[in-house]
Structures are given as structure tokens and as C-alpha cells.
């Protein structure tokens, strides 16, 4: 054998290795919790998608917690309808490909009859074509791109869009916090560029400039090459559309290129593991949220205090509080329309008026979405708390 | 002007860190042909054990564990020799049995050994990413990394740390390697198992201080590389481990030196090809492995290696 035979076989190895990992590590859990049930009645099982393993499992971890959550809760006081209320996982690793093998593996157990998922636009795209023809009504609780409940009549959500939440922090930045010269950093996922892409029109709408625009790509670890050409810009405020993991090393690395700028967080950001990972290098940094677990609601506060008994006394984040709230607001569509059944539900979720949800009142539209009012939290001592500016509705 | 020097600096940092992966990569490969997909992994838990040591306490299988909390510097040497131990021992285990098996048996090994050091990871440190602590040396009190700016162009302490690290680590490397006894014993098994044993050379012993001096280094690359990004996770080395695998083909697999060019150029390559390519940043990953092709299809041997086709 040759060098060149031999590395060309180690090359081909490297390609396959590659594509193994991703093979490997998509290979779900079934943790449903709770008995069948008994009687007659029908039970009230939830296929909870998100990622439970790879690298954003630890959306998936907050997404379970939430819902085990209101599974307890809705268990305790009987179940729905009767029936007990049970979770089954589906891992979809944030994959388009993973998502639609969860999609179908849901569709083939009749006994599911909502989902509650999935967490992140590219898995929720591809997973809600399928239930959609399937007639699988899925709920989304995070899933931001403005194309997912455009799938059609069976898809929701409870978060509000990239287009609504990108205008609104626009107005925020350029009219609330008078900024003019504003640069973006986004991740080239369906959320980070769509929301970024509301920004940035959002920002040329209210009179101010984008003075630069770079894009990166979920898990990448060095953003410098990005970050220098947008230091040579001079922005007065950074725009970060993406998720905290690769926020944290943007804000460090920033600070290491000598940047000194106010930097502004999308809702990916919004979590505890932000200051953790980020140090003394995100203290300051504001951040869109959708869910507030320092509000006085006496809802709120039950939810926070079952969650932390269960979790080791840490905060829920907001992707746990729309989880509870997506299985809360599918049990009171299922005891509306009197019977756990896909097609009873997805009509029940139509017709259900206001749901006073934990993250704030549900009202659908016509195309399944909501329309909630935007929260911005900062990072002050190495915690998340309500901002002292606040956008103007 | 500053933005190319910006430029080149932060591919200085990659490139040193993949050069010091790619010595793993290259000294194993130089003396037993394997390519040891599991560097990636030792790399891994040489960012992890470098926080173990540093921090006061962790959570380990999710219970909370008091560690020793150690300077970076005691606690960087600590990871190397831990690490390095695992190298020997994957070896004993993973790879000396199938010696002699058909080379692409020692090679699915390699994967399988990746894959569990992987999962390994994620049972006992869980799959968030833990941060690294602040290093005091290079940090103000305020938190903020210490750094001083020539022309524009902002370096941190710690980047020059890394830089002398690596280049210190590449010259002892190189000199161990070509001036010493056991150096030359390593040569000479490289080129001929049979004949070294035949002379007198012990060559298990040869190869496991092999692995024992590539997985430290390996280690040493990934506590540098947790302290430059700020955090470990149990993914961490896959990319990195690629990468060095490029960097290490790219100088010629098998050639410390060329390693070190290699890594070098890698990363010098990447940052500039991401700043400056249209649409460059999206690309970042494979135009390292544009690289890796081109240098297959025109010089396989490298750009350091002999052109001279090895033994059958």
C-alpha cells in the first residue's frame, strides 16, 4: 500500500466517522412515565420532540422538565378526561432528518394524540409537513421561524414569531435605547437568520443603520474572524440572534478583540447557563425572554416552585414554561372537546378563546400563532433579571 | 491593515492548537500507521480534567464532587500525565491486540474507542458545556482577559502563552525525537518493527511512550483550548480532531515539524478564508477539507513528508 492509498482510505474513514456520529447518537429513549390506564378511558399521551442528546440537549432537558411538570400536575387531579396523561420522547438531536423519523415513529403510535414540540425551526419545518398530513396536531412551544405554522391547519405555537419578536427589539434598540449604528451577528439556522433578517429591516425602518452583518454556524467555537470585521464597523450595539452556548464564547471573544459595545441577546440567550458559561464577559448584555420567573403570578410561582423541587432548585427558563404551558393548553382542548383524539383536539385548540398561560395569555390567529408581549431581561451579577428599559407597546 | 493583522493573529491561535493535536495524530501514525481517531477525545479530556483540578468543586454522574483547586498551570500538568496514562492504556487495549490484524480493524477500533470516550464524557460530566475558570494570570480583577494592542491589533497574554507553549513543546518534541536514544528508537521501530526488535529495541515499550507523550500532548492542546474558549464539553475534540488530522496530512503525516507547518497554515487559512471569502464564515469547515483533498490528489506525501512510497 502507498502513502497516498492509505491516506485516501484514512480520508474516506474521517467522512464516515463524521457521518456515524450522527447516526450514532440519534437513536431515541422512550421515558414515558405513568401507568396505562386504567378503566375505559382513553389516555393522554404527549409526544414530547426535542433534543435530549448532542449539543443542545440542554434545551431538551428544560423542555422535559417543563413537561413532566404539568404531567404531574394534570395526573393529580385525575388525569384528562380520565385517561392518565404520559410522555413519550422523541429524540430529534435539532436535526431536519432526525426530526422526521420522530414525526413518523409518533404518527405510527395512534395512541399519541398531541405533540409537544419541536423546539427549534429546521426539525420543526421538516416534522410538521408530516403531521400535518397525518393530522397530528403539534404544538410547538419554541420553534420561531415564521414558516412553521404556514405548514397548515394542525400546526401551533405558543412563542411568538421571528418576524414580530425581530420588529419589536429593533424598535427597542433604535427608539427605546437610542442606538443608531447597530451591527448583527446571527446563527445561520432557520431562527437565527430569520430573526435577524426581521431585525435588520426592522432597524433600517425606524431610522437607524446596520452598519454590519456576519453570520456563523451553530457549534463553531471561533467567531473572531467575524467579530474583527465587525469591530472595524463601530457599532454602538451588537444584535446576537442565536443561542446562548455559542453567545457566551462571542461575548468573550469580543472582549478579547478590544470591543466595547452593548450587546442584545435573542431568546436563545435567555437562560441561567448564559452568565455561567459568559463570566464577567455577558454582565450587562440585555436579552429577550418570554417568560419571566421572577413575576409575582401566583401561577408563575407555583410553576417555579414544583420546578425547582424536581430539579435541584434551579430556575425554569423559558423553554420549560412554554413546554408546561403547550401540555397544559392541549388538556384543556382535550376536556373541551370531551375525548382525547387528534382531530377532537386540533378543533378544540381552534375555538378556545384565551388561554391564560404561565408565559403570558394564548390567543391563536388565523394561522395558529400568538401574539405576546416582549420581555427583556439583563445579566447583572451573574443572574437574569427584568431590565430597567422595558420596550413601549 | 489592522483587520488583516487581527486577521492573522486569531489564525495563529487555531493554528497552534490544531498543530499541537496534529503531533498526536502524526507521531501515533508515524509509528504504527494507525490514525487514532480517539485524539480527538484525549484532547477532550485534557480541557476536562485541566477544570476538574482547577475548580473547588464539580459535578460528576450529577453529584457534587470537592476538587482540589489548583493553579492552571499544576493542574494543565496533572491532565497531561492523567491523559497520557489513558493514551498507554487505549493502546494496551484497543490497538496492540490488533497489531497485526488487517489495518482496518485497528482503525474501526479507533472509531469505537472515539465513540465511547465520547459517551464516557457525557455520564459523568453531562452534556452542558462547564465553564473554565478564570485564569489569574491573564485576567484583571475585573474579569476582563489582560491584553495590549500593536498597530490595532489586539493580542491577549494568554494567546501568547499559547504560541510560546506550543512552539517550546514542538522543539522539545523534535529534538527528543531526533537527538536522543529513545528518540531513535522510535525512528528505527518506525521504519521496521522486526529489525528494531532484532537490534534490541524494545518496541512495545517504544510505542506506548509514544502514545504516552501524543496523548499528553494532546491533553496540553486541550486545556489550552478549553482556556482560549472558555469552557469543555464532551463533543469538544470531534472538529478539533479533525482538523488536526488535516493539519497533520497537510504537513506530511508522520513529520513533527511538518505537524506544526501544517497546523499553522490550517488555521492562518481558515480565519483568512472566513473573513475574506464571500460568504466565508458559512464555509469555515470545508475549506479545510478542500485542503485535505487537494493535498491528496497532488501531494500526498505533504508538504514536509519524503516523496519516497513506503513499504508495502
Redesign the interface.
Known sequence: ????K??????I??LA??L??FA?AGCGGDSGSGDASTGASTPFKVGLAAPF???A??YG?SHKAGAEIAMEELNAAGGVNGGQVSLELGDDLADAKQAVLVAQKFIDDTSIVVINGHMFSTPAIAAGAKYETAGLPMITPSATNVDITALGAYIWRICMTDAFQGEGLAKYSVSTLGKQKIAIMYD?SDYGRGLADAFESGVTGTGGTVVGK????G????F???L??L??AGPDLLFLSGYY?EG??IA?QA????MDVQMLGSDGYASD?LP??????V?GMLISTFFDYTSSDPAVQKFVDAYKAANDGANPDWFAANSYDVIMLAAQAAKNAGKNDRTAINDALGTIGTYQGISGPITFDENGDVVKPLTIVIVQDGALTTAPQQPTP | MS?LG??LV?GL??GCLYALIAVGYTMVYGII?L?N?AFGELFMFGAFITIMMMVPEISLFGNTVNMPHLNFFLAIIIAMAVVGIMGVVIERLAYRPLRNAP??AA?ISA?GV??LLQNVA?AIFG???V?FP?IPLFTTA????K?F?IGGV?I?YF?VFVVVVTVVAMLLLNFYVRRTRMGRAMRASAQDKRTSALMGVNVNKVIALTFLIGSAMGALAGGLYGGV???A?P??G??PG?KA?IAA?LGG?GNIPGAFLGGLLLGIIE?LG??YLP????Y??AIAFVI??LI?SFR??GLL?STV??K?
Do not use: C
Not at chain 1, 214 to 217: G, M
Not at chain 1, 276 to 281: I, N, S, T, Y
Not at chain 2, 142 to 145: E, L, M, R, V
Open positions: 500500500m502507498t502513502i497516498r492509505k491516506l485516501v482510505l484514512a480520508a474513514l474521517v466517522l463524521a456515524a456520529l450514532v442528546t448532542g449539543d440537549a440542554t432537558a445561520s456576519q453570520q456563523y454556524t457549534g463553531d467555537t471561533d473572531k474572524s467575524q474583527t470585521k469591530k472595524g452556548p457566551s464564547k468573550q472582549r478579547e478583540l478590544g447557563e455561567k458559561l459568559g463570566g464577567a464577559a454582565e | 483587520e487581527q486577521q486569531n491561535m487555531i500507521e490514525i481517531f489495518r482496518l482503525l472509531i472515539s465513540i457525557q452534556s452542558q458545556q465553564p478564570d475585573a474579569g476582563a482577559p491584553a494592542a489586539q491577549t494567546q474558549y472558555h469552557a464539553w463533543l469538544m470531534f472538529n479533525l488530522f496530512v503525516i480565519a472566513s473573513a460568504m466565508g464564515s458559512q469555515r469547515d485535505l483533498i491528496l500526498p506525501s513528508g512510497s513506503q508495502a
